[in-house]
Every structure is written in C-alpha cells, then in structure tokens.
C-alpha cells in the first residue's frame, strides 16, 4: 500500500515538472501579430516575393513567433472611396468579431501606407513599417505623426535613363506610358528631374485620356526610340486590363521595344527593366521589423535604405527590334539569349570530341612509348659519357677494383700518373711486387674493417716523379650485403703538407725577421726551464727595446722601420749561441733568452756586446740611421722560476733603463714590481674617479703689479683620492696621458673652469680671463670643434679663454697641432707658454708662435735675488717678449724683495703664494669678491 502511494506521488511530481518546464520553455518565445497590407493584387509577381520573402524571415527566426496575415488591397483596380471604406470595414469587423489586434502593421505600396495613415487611430496606432512607398509627402506626414519607418521607393531613374542613352545613342526623347495610377506621379516626377538632369526629353502617353486602341495606335508609330511602362491597368474609357493583359498588348503593337522600372513582364514581351529587388527590400523590412518588435521605437528607426539596381535585358526581345548586336556591360543580366552551337549540338560534339579523343590518346601513347625508348637509349649513353667526363674531370686519382682485385674504373688522372689503362688487370700486373702487394694489404685491411680507411703513401709516376698521397679506400656491398669490391680515391697532398709547414712555421715564427714569435718563445723557454732546473744552472732572459724607434717610422716611414728591424734580428741572431733563443715579440720589441750563464759577469758582457752590436750604424736605401736600444735583464732562479714571469720581470727591467735615460740595461729588482702594481693601481682609480667626481679646481690668481684685485686667475687641477688623500699633479698628469684619459679629463676642466668663470661674472665678479693648461695629448684633430663647442653651449666668449701650452708643443710644429691652434686663435681664443725658459726656443720660433703670453718658469724666479744668471735669463725674456709685443707672468713668486725685483727688470704680471696659494671657487669668490 505505501509502495503504491510513493509510486503515484512521484508520478505525480515528474508530470507536475514537466509541466511547468514546458510553460516556462513556452514563456520564454515572445508572440507578435503582423499584418501585412500589400497595395496590388495577389496575383502580382512582386507582391509574391515580398509576402514569400517576409513570411520566410519570419519563419527563420526562434526568439519572436509571429503570426503573420496578409491583406491585399488590389488598388490597381479598385481605388475608389466606396471599395476602401469597405475594405477598412472588413478589417473592423475581423477586428470586432475574431479580436484582430496586430503588435506590429506592415505596408507595401503607396496605397496601403496611405489607407494605414488616414485609419492610424481606427489601428490603436500600432508601429508601422513600410516598404514600396515613394510618395514623399506621404512618408514625410507618417514620420511627423506616428510610429512609422521603413523603406521609401527610390526608382533607378538615373540608371535607367543611362541605359536608354546607351541602346539608343541617336534618341533624345523617352516615351512614358502611364494611367494616373496613384503612386505613379511620384514615380513620373522623379522620372522627369531625372531626364531634365540628363538633358532628355520625356513624351507622356496618358492611358486615362487615351483608349487601348489609341495607345497602340500611338505606340505602333514610335521606332528605334526608347519606350518606359510606368503602369497601364485601366484606360480613360474605364476598360481595365490585367498587368500581363496590359504588357501583351503593349508589347505586341509597339514600334519600339518597351522597358520597365520592375522586374514583372520581362521575359514576357518586356525588353527589360532597371529594378530593385522587392526581395532585397522585403528581408530588409523584415530586419526592421525584428528590431521594432525588440522594444525599439519605429521612429527612432531612420527611413532610408541604399541597394545596387539590376538591370535585366530579354535578348529575344532586342532581336525582335535588331538590337541583338549591341554590346551590353557586363553587369547586365540576359535571359532567352540564343543558344552557341555547343549548347545546341552538345551531344553531338561530345561523342565526336570522345572517338577523336581516344584515337589520339592510341596514337600519342605509341609516340610517346617509342620516344620514350629512343630517349632512354639516348638518355643512358648521355649518362655514361657524363660519368665518364665526371669521372675524369677529378682531379684525384680514382679507381674500381673488384673481389678478385682487378681494375673495373680507373679515372684519367690515375691512367695518366701511372702510365697505364689498368681495366681488366691486378695490382702485380701493374706494378712491381713490393707494391702490388703493400696495395693488395691495404684493401683486405678496407674491407676487414666495413668502412672506410684512409692512408698516406708515396707512389713514383710513370715519368719519375713522385707524390704524396692520401688514399681512402671503401669496401662496396650490393643490397643483400655480399661484397662487390673496393672504391679507391687517392688525393694529391704533396702541396698541402708544404703548406702546413709553411703554416706551422709561420705559426711560430715573425713574419717579417723569421725569428721566434711568442708562441715559440714560450716554448722554447719553458724546455730551457726544464734543462736549467734539472742542471742547476741560471738563464737570462734579456728583454731589448729599440730606443726612439717611433720617430724613424713616423719621418721616414715604415719600409724603411721593417728594414732595420730586419738588420737588428740579423745582428741579434748572429751574436747569439745556438743553444741560445732570440725572439721578436712584436714591434721593436726582442727577447734573448741566454742558457747555461753561470756568472753575471757572464751575462753583462753578453748584454753590453747586444746592445753595441745594435747601435752600429745602418745603412738602409741612401739612410744612415744610428739606432740605441735599452735592455732589462732578469735571471732564473732569482727572479722567477716561470716563462711569463720572467718575462713579465724583464720587461720591468727595460722599463726601468728606458726612464733612467735609454741607451742602457738595468737588471730586474723587487721594487720595480711593487712600482708597477702601484701604477697600476692608480690607473684604476682614475678610470673610477671622474664618476665618483674626486676630481676639482683650485683657481690661483695673477696679478698686475700695483692693484689689489686679480684680473686674471689660472684653473689647477686636483685629484682627492677618498684613501690616498691629495695626489700631486705629478704623478697622476703623466699617467693620464700615457692611459689616454688626459683627453676627457682635459674637456672637463675646461667645461668646468669656464662655467666657474661665468658664475663669477653673473656675481659681479670682474676678471678679464681665465687660464686652462693644455696636453699635448689633447689636441687632435677635433680638439677646436670640441672647445668651441662647449663656449657655444655656455655662452662663453672666446676672448676669456687662454690655453697653456708647453714650449716642446709648440715647437713641434706638426701640422694638426698648427692647424687646431690657429683655428681657435681665429675665434679669439689666446694661447701662453707655460714654464717658458725650461724648453729649447729660438726666438725665430717665438717670433711665428700664435701665442700673447709668455709665463717664466718659477724654476728661474725663486733664484733671482741670489744667483746673477737666473736674473739675466729673466731680464732677456722679459725684454724679448716686450719687443714682440707679448705679455710676460712670473711664476712661483713668494716674497716681496722677488716682486720689487720682476717688477724693476718689467715684468709687470705675477703669480705665486706671495699673493695667494690656489683655492676652491666659493673660497675664490668670497675673497676678491669683496676687494671690489
């Protein structure tokens, strides 16, 4: 019993779900009741497409189901008052008895769109969309009044006209059937802007003035002009005629073919229409519609619509009028064109095609079987000459032999070293036994190891010559893997194993002495290591260095440079034991490496006779040349027990020799290492220290004798190292220029100095210049472009600019540093030597130098109170340098009684601690700002 309850309630439950799942699915499909008022007749082709086309559209979609019912005015034939006050009572009484209401009204034609706005209130004012409407008033009226959009009917009245001209080149005039029709004025005013536009004239034939008689009888006389069928339905005796009665008489009885502006009748004695598709226009009414019943407003809707025409031609009917030859475009579409022959006797043509199509495929496929025969014939003696011509093209010797070890192939190369066709001989027969069987040996050794194996090996030529060659030979096995032969292919290498000695040699040895490079070097000096340490004896390694060498290449030239490195190996070389190494590291750089020396003295007299043998003279293409040469020793045990760093030790050596006055040889100590890592060390905390902005200005003023205020201060540049403290100028100055650094550091000081100086001007500060000394280094050949760069960006003028320069600069005379010089000078910058009297000028020299400024060396002044020729010196500079017009400063005055007496011989500008030491900018400006 409580089974069967359970069963019954869930019975119950699943149908009471399935229920409401089927209400809500049913909820979800919003219903809608369309009416579709059609202004003609149901027979009407277009009014056909357009209730197909909209009830299509509508079937198609799943989230609105409409119900669609389709009214059909017929105002063709029945547009009186009485028959529209009829049908709109039919429309009440459906309305009235069956509860017709319509969610949505469409329209097709001016009569329907019209019977629709003057019964607008009688419809509850339901949204409208309409579609074939082209009375403007009409459409503009239902806009302004209700809840009305759609398609307005715009007549390809300009296309068509164009067509006309086209067919009819000759005609100016455009004959227009029309009845009155309502619509249709619309339709004929927009014909006639059309035609007036165009420059063509329209002839009205108006069928409600006119029988059907009279019509044909007009249109009888009308010949190879162009005829338009506006509408025809009902003549001006009341006679009506349907639409394809109307066409069939008009078409029939017509002088001249007749055109339309709708699809309808062509194919049916029409010669063809400019149309738009009602198809086209109905899915887009359609898509209004859908977007109506989605909640939109019709009105927000615009009313405009923009479609392509078509142009349809009937070709029967332009034959019928000798029209069949024109040429149409090819956009045009043509129906009931005559038939090409093909389509007519297409079967005919098809057989006939198929026999002769099987006969020539019989006859090609013999041609092609017996050529092709003929061309593999050709084809493999082609192929056989070209592996013939390949074969013999090879330069190596090429050779087949097979398992009983005669000769199948053999190349031309091989035949003609050898002196012998070998095809269908051994290796005994060929050559003597000894070799026959060496050869025999190495092809059981091929095939014994399954691949290739390769081998070098003299042979002797049929003409006595010999060769080195490298053999490969490669056991051959057929498909299944028995053995078929052996291919040999032997490469003549005689000239590339010249080739690599030359290149092991050229490898360890300088190109241009053919001496030792390094690599050999290294070498020979570690297997020298080896002996010296197993015999207990020393070994020098004396490092050589030409002395001035530069200078010969750069005012001679370099062949003559590679000349005497070439004559300075051969003296080394000479000079030196065979169990002795010489090398040429590279330049003028030479390594002697002196073996089993077991007393310095020993090694003195070796390195003095080295080093007079090299400063002999040379004589060298019409140059006599005298050449010193400095040298740094060190010895094995002492300092060191490796290649490089006795190497490294005696290069320190030399360094050494070359800074106490070159032309002589100094031996490795301890201290020159430390000197080295010092400098070294330095260096890379310069590279770091402009980052790091260690470096500064000190400015030291110049005065004019009698004034208390300077007029001309000179930028010093100071290093403050964050560990070493203050690094005099001395010995950071030297290694800048040797690094290269000097020339951004030299910018910077100018960049610097000059913004200093413009601040004190800005300030209220007056000086008349400001002094930057100068690297020889420096001037290259942008260096003007790059100072007059940075005045241009500081707006720096040229005048407060002095550059000090060293005597030996300006006396070098090179053109680059004359050609810098002169370009700023041209600016207006000024240029001093500095420490004047320390160089080797003449005063011919000075007389040319572009310099305003000579500054004495404090070298002179601090002496010129107690030693005479100091005082003479100065005096002679002084006077000089006033009879060339040139300013004159003393450096390094410190006392008074140094002043009284610069300034009795007529030095009048001076320098030094006397009247102040060099001091930062801000302490600069705070004590001469105040001496204004």
């Known amino acids: 019993m409580a089974t069967g309850i359970r069963m019954l309630l869930t019975a119950f439950l699943c149908l009471l779900f399935s229920q409401l799942q089927a209400q809500e699915a049913t909820a979800e499909v919003v219903q809608a009741d369309v009416l579709l008022l059609v202004s003609c007749e149901p027979t009407d082709p277009a009014a056909q497409i357009i209730v197909n086309t909209i009830r299509d559209r509508f079937a198609r979609q799943d989230e609105i189901r409409v119900h669609l019912h389709v009214e059909f005015l017929d105002s063709d034939h029945f547009s009186n008052a009485e028959y529209l006050t009829a049908f709109r009572n039919l429309l009440a009484y459906r309305h009235d008895n069956f509860g017709d209401t319509y969610d949505l009204v469409m329209t097709a034609g001016d009569s329907a769109l019209r019977l629709i706005a003057d019964q607008y209130e009688f419809f509850r ?28 009917d715009v007549l390809p009245v300009y296309e068509f006209i164009s067509l006309m001209r086209y067919l009819f080149p000759g005609a100016n005039n455009i004959h227009v059937i029309d009845d009155g029709t309502e619509g249709q004025e619309q339709h004929y005013r927009a014909l006639a802007v059309a035609a007036e536009s165009l420059d063509v004239k329209l002839v009205l034939h108006d069928l409600s003035q006119l029988s059907w008689a009279e019509l044909t009888q007009q249109l009888s006389q009308i010949h190879n002009q162009p005829l338009l069928l506006l509408s025809a339905h009902q003549d001006g005796q009341g006679v009506q005629l349907s639409l394809p009665q109307a066409m069939e008489r008009i078409s029939t009885q017509s002088g001249s073919p007749v055109w339309s502006l709708w699809q309808q009748g062509v194919g049916d004695g029409l010669a063809g229409t400019v149309f738009t598709d009602v198809g086209d226009a109905a899915s887009m009414a359609v898509q209004l519609a859908q977007e109506i019943l989605a909640g939109h407003p019709a009105r927000d809707i615009p009313a405009e619509w923009q479609t392509h025409y078509k142009t349809l031609v009937d070709m029967k009917v332009l034959e019928k009028y000798g029209l069949q030859d024109v040429s149409l475009p090819k956009s045009v579409i043509v129906i009931n064109d005559a038939p090409a022959f093909y389509e007519e006797y297409s079967g005919a043509v098809i057989f006939s095609g198929l026999i002769i199509f099987i006969l020539i495929a019989f006859l090609l496929l013999f041609y092609l079987e017996t050529r092709r025969r003929r061309l593999s014939d050709i084809q493999l003696n082609q192929r056989t000459d070209l592996m013939r011509n390949i074969i013999d093209s090879v330069p ?55 691949g290739g194996d390769t081998n070098e090996e003299w042979v002797h030529g049929a003409d006595g010559s010999t060769m080195l060659i490298e053999t490969k030979k490669t056991p051959i096995y057929s498909p299944d893997g028995e053995l078929q032969g052996v291919f040999g292919l032997s490469r003549d290498i005689t000239a590339l194993k010249k080739a690599q000695e030359n290149l092991e040699h050229i490898a360890h040895h300088d190109v241009l002495t053919g001496l030792p490079n390094r690599l050999l070097l290294n070498k020979r000096l570690e297997y020298a290591l080896q002996l010296s340490r197993r015999s207990g004896e020393s070994l020098a390694v004396v490092f050589i260095d030409l002395d001035r060498f530069k200078d010969i290449n750069d005012t001679i030239g370099h062949d003559i440079g590679d000349l005497l490195l070439k004559d300075v190996a051969q003296r080394l070389n000479a000079n030196v034991r065979d169990s002795d190494i010489c090398a040429r590291l590279g330049g003028d750089e030479f390594v002697i490496v002196l073996t089993q020396v077991d007393t310095p003295e020993k090694i003195q007299e070796k390195c003095e006779q080295l080093l007079q043998v090299i400063s002999r003279p040379y004589s060298l293409q019409s140059h006599m040349l005298s050449v010193f040469a400095s040298a740094g020793i060190s010895i094995y045990p002492e300092h060191g027990n490796r290649v490089d760093e006795l190497i490294r030790n005696a290069d320190a050596a030399l360094h050494k020799a070359k800074e106490l006055g070159r032309n002589r040889y100094c031996y490795y100590h301890r201290e020159l290492t430390d000197s080295i890592h010092s400098r070294m060390s330095l260096e890379q905390d310069m590279r770091s220290a402009m980052e790091s902005h260690q ?186 340098a006033k009879s060339l017009g040139l300013t004159v400063v003393a450096e390094g005055v410190e006392r008074q009684e140094q002043e009284e007496t610069l300034y009795r011989i007529g030095c009048e500008w001076m320098q030094g601690y006397h009247y102040a030491r060099p001091m930062d900018g801000n302490s600069f400006y705070q004590q001469y700002a105040s001496a204004d």
Not at 129 to 150: E, Q
């Open 396 to 450: 190596d010797l090429m050779f087949y032999k097979d398992t009983q070890g005669r000769y199948v192939l053999s190349n031309r190369r091989y035949n003609e070293f050898f002196g012998i066709n070998p095809i269908g001989l051994n290796d005994y027969e060929v050559f003597d036994k000894d070799t026959a069987e060496y050869f025999r040996q190495k092809d059981r050794e091929a095939i014994a190891r399954k």
């Open 695 to 880: 470096f500064l200005l000190h400015y030291q003023p110049q005065f004019h004798v009698g004034e208390n205020r300077p007029r001309r201060v000179e930028a010093l540049l100071r290093w403050i190292h964050p560990v070493r403290g203050s690094i005099s100028p001395l010995d950071f100055i030297p290694l800048a220029e040797t690094t290269g650094m000097i020339v951004e550091l030299g910018y910077w000081v100018v960049r610097s100095a000059c913004q200093q100086f413009m601040f004190w001007r800005e300030q209220g500060l007056e000086l008349d210049k400001i002094a930057v000394n100068v690297s020889a280094i420096q001037i290259n050949a942008s260096f003007a472009n790059t100072i007059a760069g940075i005045m241009d960006h500081l707006d720096f003028r040229p005048e407060w600019l002095e550059l000090e320069v060293t005597e030996s600069l300006m006396m070098s005379g090179t053109t680059e540093v004359n050609q810098q010089v002169h370009k700023l000078r041209e600016m207006g910058v000024e240029f001093a030597i500095d420490d004047f009297g320390t160089g080797y000028s003449s005063l011919s020299k000075i007389k040319s130098m572009p310099v305003t400024v000579l500054k004495i060396d404090q070298s002179f002044v601090r002496d010129i109170n107690d030693d005479v020729n100091d005082y003479e010196i100065i005096r002679a500079i002084v006077l000089m």
């Open 125 to 152: 004012r339901p949204p409208v969309v309409f579609l074939g409407a082209s009375n403007a008033d009409l459409i503009r009226r239902v806009r302004k009044d209700g809840d009305f959009t759609g398609l307005p």
